[in-house]
């Protein structure tokens, strides 16, 4: 059985611990929520055009689309003395690292195995020097583990900032460095990793810019973070589940992340979106009754019943047509 055929959703997010989770957000948005005043607004984290719609409001918060680029972005934001202050209290994200530990052999063979091999396919592929890996936001530090065990680089680090998360990291044995990537004297990295970080930033040009300074000429940026065009969160808006804050600030696209990393000195050299879980995602609101497909026939005749015969396929069109909401951007330094 292949990696297409096994990944489901209730591997590796359970319908026990999502709803627990929702709960202790909904608590850690309450407390943020007395600190509204304290919000501010910004120009599109994307192309900085202060030309933007309001979309629709969830939880509290604004979500508002840049006219200029069509990224979609939370405007006001939380500070970021207040995003700061909410991630090391939060009890939502305490619940992550929970979710994720408990989740994480399954994750490692449907998401982090598959993750490396690509990350080596696409450095091969690209002629990347392969001295020096830095894998930034790393996490449990399973990804790091993993693509060491290939020896394709001289070095893996992960950077960590969180104690525990670090801590985690080394009972790996995994070097890490337990500071944000702004405060470490690295340069000449061969390749960058940031997986599902940049939706989460403050401003996201900033930390771009600094990833840039310290790869290597000709050293690759390897990110993903989820697609606004893609089909689940195009076809869900505000009912997506990935849509929500304070977690995910930022929501780019293929073009919109482009733009950015562009206008920060690296050249695109690949744009995919392999991506397993849309179709399931959008047909698991049908079937809860939170998506009404009364005046979407097709959607009923392809994701319930012929979801069986035909699944598969169309979530396979959606990744090959860069039509997932699972977006990964590769990009070189100029």
């Not at 990944?7 to 627990?20: A, F, G």
């Not at 309001?54 to 405007?75: A, D, P, R």
């Not at 990295?189 to 300074?213: A, R």
């Not at 050293?219 to 505000?238: C, R, S």
Request: proline content about 4%; overall charge neutral.
């Amino acid at each position: 059985m292949d990696y297409v055929e096994r990944m489901k959703e209730e591997n590796i997010r359970p319908d026990y611990l999502i709803r627990e989770n929702h709960k202790l957000l909904a608590e850690d948005i309450q407390l943020l929520m007395n600190h509204s005043n304290e919000f501010v607004k910004i120009s599109c984290p994307a192309c900085e055009s202060s030309k933007q719609q309001f979309v629709f409001e969830k939880t509290g918060f604004n979500f508002v689309q840049c006219l200029e680029c069509e990224t979609y972005f939370i405007n006001p934001r939380p500070s970021f003395e207040l995003l700061v202050k909410f991630y090391e209290s939060s009890g939502c994200i305490k619940h992550w690292k929970q979710i994720f530990s408990i989740t994480e052999n399954v994750r490692r063979t449907e998401i982090f195995i598959p993750r490396v091999e690509r990350v080596i396919e696409l450095c091969k592929r690209y002629n990347a020097p392969t001295e020096v890996l830095l894998d930034v936001g790393a996490g449990f530090g399973t990804f790091c583990e993993e693509i060491k065990k290939s020896s394709v680089f001289k070095k893996v680090i992960a950077i960590e900032p969180s104690k525990d998360l670090a801590e985690a990291c080394r009972q790996k044995n995994v070097d890490v460095i337990e500071k944000p990537v702004e405060n470490i004297d690295l340069n000449n990295v061969s390749v960058i990793t940031c997986f599902e970080l940049i939706e989460h930033l403050f401003w996201p040009k900033d930390f771009v810019n600094t990833c840039g300074q310290k790869l290597s000429k000709g050293g690759l940026f390897i990110i993903t973070t989820p697609n606004i065009k893609g089909f689940d969160l195009l076809t869900l808006g505000k009912l997506a589940d990935g849509i929500t804050g304070p977690n995910h600030l930022n929501y780019f696209h293929p073009k919109s992340l482009s733009r950015l990393l562009i206008n920060c000195g690296f050249e695109i050299i690949q744009v995919l979106t392999p991506g397993k879980l849309d179709a399931e995602l959008v047909r698991k609101k049908i079937l809860t009754g939170e998506l009404g497909v009364s005046n979407q026939p097709f959607l009923k005749y392809l994701l319930i019943e012929q979801w069986e015969t035909v699944g598969k396929a169309f979530q396979n069109f959606l990744a090959d047509n860069t039509l997932s909401s699972h977006l990964w951007i590769v990009a070189k330094k100029s």
